[in-house]
């Protein structure tokens, strides 16, 4: 059961903290294309928590999410789009993050992709916290050590082969000897979803249909990394878990309340899942 990780990952907070001390994230992401994927990353990662979440994304990009919500931070990088150009300087702001979320609204274009396998590879060495979400997968390349939270078309990109949901024990069988082989922590979202490390393996059946809506992956992302963050990047699978476990609670509030999820409003959700699960 997913929910029982929540208390093992959640920091309790006191007088005596200062700020960025519950999780200081940063995100990669976004294009001319998608510009709100990166903003969602970010809104979920300060509803469960994060102190400081700034965004890395092409200057146009980072205007329009400024304008949409005014607290949040922005690193503007020249140009549309991410490219290899922009390294060093995302190298430089990671070594000031507990967590770096890649991949959530990058787009597909050929330098983007490219320039995200270096990114990855470089923040490898330096021994970064990685969420790896939507499209830092086409770049196929999984840091050791790091989180990935990929669909099932995403997971095939990367890993080649997955047994059908049908025959769900060898989905599971398979997805664990992945993280293992790729040592790393792998969050496969579906219709039910799997959580492991390669040695212990949880599933998540806390979400609804409506959840296939875009967005509630960014969402989850953030949430994932706010964990990791709080937990000191010690427990990746106790926060990959626990995420899928309140992101879906969210998506069942916001059902419950509006009748339908909008990535939005599970964000508004994700405090209340939290509070209500403890």
């Known amino acids: 059961m997913t929910r029982q990780y929540i208390q093992q990952v959640i920091k309790p907070r006191n007088f005596s903290n200062h700020k960025g001390d519950y999780g200081r994230i940063l995100v990669v992401g976004g294009s001319p294309e998608y510009v709100g994927s990166p903003a969602l990353v970010a809104l979920a990662a300060y509803a469960a928590g994060a102190d400081i979440v700034k965004?890395?994304?092409p200057e146009k990009v980072a205007w329009a999410i400024n304008a949409y919500a005014p607290h949040l931070i922005t690193l503007k990088l020249s140009g549309d789009y991410f490219n290899a150009t922009h390294i060093d300087y995302i190298l430089k702001?990671?070594?000031k993050a507990d967590v770096v979320v890649v991949g959530n609204g990058l787009g597909?274009?050929?330098?983007?992709?490219?320039?995200?396998?270096?990114?990855?590879k470089k923040l490898e060495k330096m021994?970064?916290?990685?969420?790896?979400?939507?499209?830092?997968?086409?770049?196929?390349?999984?840091?050791?050590k790091s989180i990935i939270t990929p669909h099932e078309k995403e997971f095939l990109s990367i890993f080649g082969k997955i047994p059908p949901a049908k025959e769900f024990e060898k989905r599971k069988d398979w997805v664990k000897k992945s993280a293992d082989k790729a040592k790393a922590t792998i969050l496969l979202k579906g219709g039910v979803d799997i959580i492991t490390d390669g040695k212990k393996l949880e599933e998540n059946r806390r979400h609804n249909p409506e959840m296939t809506v875009g967005g509630t992956g960014d969402t989850l992302a953030g949430i994932v990394a706010t964990f990791w963050a709080q937990s000191e990047g010690q427990k990746a699978f106790e926060s990959c878990s626990a995420a899928a476990w309140v992101n879906g609670a969210a998506g069942d509030l916001c059902l419950q309340k509006r009748k339908r999820v909008l990535p939005q409003w599970l964000v508004e959700s994700i405090p209340e899942a939290m509070t209500s699960s403890l």
């Open 55 to 57: 965004i890395a994304a």
């Open 93 to 95: 702001e990671a070594e």
């Open 108 to 120: 597909d274009r050929k330098e983007t992709i490219s320039a995200v396998e270096e990114l990855l």
């Open 127 to 144: 021994k970064a916290n990685i969420v790896l979400d939507a499209d830092a997968f086409k770049a196929k390349y999984v840091p050791k």
